[in-house]
């Protein structure tokens, strides 16, 4: 067994060997040489160096462009701490927030279907909104002060809440 394991290492350190060999002899046959680590000079208007430079930055003039304001500020990671609580509505770390154009569905309701058959439409559009937030990142920004609810619109990567539920009731995944 012990002689097997240093076979094989054998043959491993082999195969990098050749490996190694062969693109040292691929470069110079490339015309490429070895390389030369030579420091640059600090006064050099050169950009790579080989060895640390100290950059004074009194001598820089580069324009400083600030960062653009995030266009949705409210960052939520939906852990254990969220709580949907209707079909358009959350809490959060004791917040209440309202998804704008949303609609709200009364856990309850019973819907019929274009076949006539009865669905639980209400609790359906709850849960569509539990499953669509629980364990992602959200974006929001508020649309509207509402008091103590703030008025919502939210993204998880990239995509807007709202259509995210409206593709979810649509297929019933």
């Known amino acids: 067994m012990v002689r097997q394991i240093a076979i094989l290492l054998f043959q491993i350190m082999l195969v990098i060997g050749f490996g190694v060999a062969g693109m040292r002899i691929a470069s110079f046959l490339n015309g490429e040489d070895g390389y030369e680590t030579a420091g640059l000079a600090a006064n050099t208007e050169m950009l790579w160096t080989t060895s640390p430079v100290k950059v004074d930055t ?11 304001p995030d266009p949705y500020p409210l960052k939520i990671h939906a852990d254990q701490r969220l709580r949907v609580v209707a079909s358009n509505r959350f809490t959060f770390k004791g917040q209440e927030f309202l998804l ?74």
Do not use: S, W
Not at 58 to 68: A, S
Not at 106 to 135: M, P, Q
């Open 100 to 173: 704008a154009g949303v609609e709200n569905v009364d856990r309850n309701r019973v819907c019929a279907g274009a076949d006539g058959r009865r669905y639980a439409c209400g609790l359906n559009a709850f849960k569509a909104l539990e499953n669509r937030l629980r364990g992602k990142y959200l974006e929001c920004r508020v649309a509207e002060e509402g008091g103590a609810i703030l008025i919502v619109e939210c993204r998880i990567k990239g995509q807007d809440v709202r259509a995210l539920l409206q593709e979810t009731l649509a297929t019933g995944r």
């Open 58 to 68: 009194r001598h820089q003039n580069y324009e400083r462009i600030p960062t653009p």
